[in-house]
């Protein structure tokens, strides 16, 4: 069974910067295409980074580029958030998810992390 977890999240204030990882395990994690989910209170989940299985390719939203960076280490089995400059409507649940075969989505995901919170304060 894969599992993914993920860690890192925390409290900061307007303009600090967190690093998300995301450690994987139980599959192959170099055939998975990952992605980074947010999902602030009583809104839906939205995309904010993914990356291909080979990480040589990466797409953000508009929210989030410029400011975010999504990496792998396949010789680790993690994957990466870099989150700089981070303002306060970026507060919410941080989730990681996997899929094979296609680039993961909220609806299309095959696994998904149990989340970590962060918060961003003025």
């Known amino acids: 069974q894969v599992q993914l977890v993920e860690s890192g999240g925390g409290s900061v204030q307007t303009g600090a910067s967190l690093r998300l990882s995301c450690a994987v395990s139980?599959?192959?994690?170099?055939?998975?295409?990952m992605g980074w989910f947010r999902q602030a209170g009583g809104k839906e989940r939205e995309s904010v980074a993914r990356?291909?299985?080979?990480?040589?390719?990466?797409s953000y939203p508009d929210a989030v580029k410029g400011r975010f960076t999504i990496s792998r280490d396949n010789a680790k089995n993690t994957v990466y958030l870099q989150m700089n400059n981070l303002k306060p409507e970026d507060t919410a649940v941080y989730y990681c998810?996997?899929?094979?075969?296609?680039?993961?989505?909220?609806?299309?995901?095959?696994?998904w992390g149990q989340g970590t919170q962060v918060t961003v304060s003025e």
């Open positions: 139980g599959g192959a994690f170099a055939m998975y295409n």
């Open positions: 998810a996997a899929a094979r075969g296609r680039l993961p989505s909220t609806t299309t995901s095959d696994y």
């Open positions: 990356i291909t299985y080979t990480g040589d390719a990466t």
